[in-house]
């Protein structure tokens, strides 16, 4: 932000954008801070970080990003614990996003109360769930939890 002060001075304001996850930008990864603003491309996703696999098309260092499901997934991730974030991945599926976090499948739904969802669930896997269960927040304030089914032994 720049304002002119007569008679001769400029007040600069600026404020640091903070990185949270690449998004996927056609064939290249951008990374985006948690207003949206596209930082800078970068070769690929980095290390265990957070990404968002959501296509948003060509992007350039100095755009922000509007589409509602990729500012519903940078808020979601920017609220995840570090331990969490690692490796955490949003994306949509049919018409709501769905994500991956520490080992689990997580329905998202709407791009609606992504902190809210995110904080049931850091709870969730702070209780001790067991470990690849499902994990529906459409609903935040009615989780649910599927765990996983065993698998029945086949007669060769």
């Known amino acids: 932000d720049v304002r002119v002060l007569w008679p001769g001075s400029l007040v600069i304001d600026v404020t640091e954008r903070i990185p949270v996850a690449p998004v996927l930008a056609g064939d290249l990864w ?10 800078m491309e970068v070769p690929a996703p980095i290390g265990d970080g957070p990404v968002i696999a959501i296509d948003q ?16 997934a940078l808020v979601f991730v920017e609220q995840l614990s570090t331990t969490n974030r690692a490796g955490a991945m949003v994306r949509v599926e049919g018409e709501g996003l769905v994500g991956e976090v520490g080992g689990h499948e997580i ?11 995110a904080s049931v669930l850091e709870a969730l896997l702070d209780s001790g769930i ?3 269960a499902f994990i529906d927040l459409i609903a935040p304030l009615r989780p649910a939890v599927t765990n ?9």
Do not use: T
């Open 148 to 156: 996983p089914q065993p698998q029945p032994e086949v007669e060769e």
């Open 130 to 132: 067991e470990p690849g």
């Open 30 to 39: 951008m990374l985006l801070a948690s207003d949206g603003g596209v930082i």
């Open 57 to 72: 098309g060509a992007l350039l260092p100095g755009d922000v990003v509007d589409d509602p499901n990729a500012v519903g």
């Open 107 to 117: 329905r998202l739904g709407r791009p609606v109360d992504m902190a809210q969802k």
